[in-house]
């Protein structure tokens, strides 16, 4: 089914419907005119049709777009199975999916206070403006669900040579899939195996630089070629050291050895990097504790903080 603009709507108060008008002008702040644009990320606010008409029976009467206090009616998906970081194009305009539904305002929201109950905090979703545009009903939308790009990168001297076949980069794939998949997020995973040279190291992870995810195997531990920490270390903007602080501190109390590792998470660019151990135990045992902080670092590393 197509996806379009159904309504565009501006209050210029907040707390009150909104009214329909003939065209919308998106920019920096979000809605020209609109008592919610700002230096924030709820500028554009969204609402699809197919939630209008399932209010509608308990409202009882036809509503009018506008009457959840949003910007931009739609009509052909469902906009709260969308993600944070999804776009959509509207000719010149492109939006970023920030938020999906919102707090409640209660009294001080005019359909609540007809109703008792409002579809804009379950169903409605918001947006921040990435590039201005006019928008108006009738306009076609293109939904862009963000693919995130993940890099994998194997470092072993007798792995690269093909002396014995890498596992952990491959168990490393499996499980990132299989995160990506329960969050309903689509991802690309790519995988490379490398000796223990710094300067290759530095090489694939610089080319991966708009990766929003790198993550290494190998090369944590003190012997004489493991060298992935230091390089890594050396690369990043930001470290973040409570992920392998707490990872070292859970599976050391059981295996002392684990207490050897010298692995890091931190930030390159735009990319959270994590180094591994080598071994398939340790890869599954440190994502284990990783996935966990996925989802809000990505967010936190695009201006979002989504609690």
């Known amino acids: 089914m197509e996806i379009k603009v159904i309504s565009v709507n501006i209050s210029e108060k907040k707390g009150t419907v909104k009214v329909p008008v003939d065209q919308i002008e998106l920019n920096a702040n979000g809605v020209e005119s609109d008592a919610h644009a700002g230096k924030w ?25 506008g009457e959840f ?6 009509e052909g998906i469902i906009l709260y199975e969308t993600h944070p970081l999804d776009r959509f194009v509207i000719g010149d305009a ?12 209660g009294d001080s929201c005019a359909i609540y206070r007809e109703v008792g109950n409002c579809v804009m905090p379950k169903e409605g979703i918001f947006c921040r403006v990435l590039h201005p545009g006019t928008v108006m009903a009738g306009d076609i939308i293109e939904y862009q669900p963000r693919i995130f790009k993940v890099r994998v990168i194997t470092l072993s001297d007798r792995a690269s040579v093909g002396e014995y076949e890498d596992r952990s980069g491959p168990r490393v794939v499996q499980l ?18 490398i000796p223990d040279e710094p300067a290759q190291l530095q090489q694939r992870i610089s080319e991966a630089e708009s990766a929003d995810i790198i993550i290494t195997t190998g090369g944590t ?11 890594v270390r050396q690369m990043l903007q930001k470290e973040i050291p409570g992920i392998m602080e707490h990872i070292r501190v859970k599976y050391g109390a059981e295996k002392p050895n ?21 071994s398939v135990r340790a890869v599954e ?19 979002l903080d989504l609690h």
Not at 94 to 105: D, F, M, N, R, S
């Open 41 to 65: 990320h709820r500028q554009v606010s969204l609402l699809g049709t197919e939630s209008f008409r399932k209010f509608e029976k308990e409202a009882k009467r036809p509503l009018n777009y």
């Open 258 to 278: 684990a207490l050897v590792s010298r692995g890091v998470a931190g930030v390159f660019g735009r990319s959270l990097v994590y180094t591994l151990p080598g």
């Open 285 to 303: 045992e440190y994502l284990s504790e990783i996935t966990k902080t996925i989802r809000h670092s990505i967010f936190m590393l695009h201006g």
């Open 69 to 74: 206090a949003e910007n931009i009616t739609t």
């Open 94 to 105: 492109l939006l970023e999916v920030t938020q999906i539904g919102k707090k409640c305002h």
């Open 221 to 231: 531990g003190i012997g004489p070629r493991d060298i992935t920490v230091d390089v």
């Open 176 to 193: 990132m899939e299989e995160f990506f998949a329960a969050n309903g997020w689509k991802a690309e995973i790519d995988r490379v195996v």
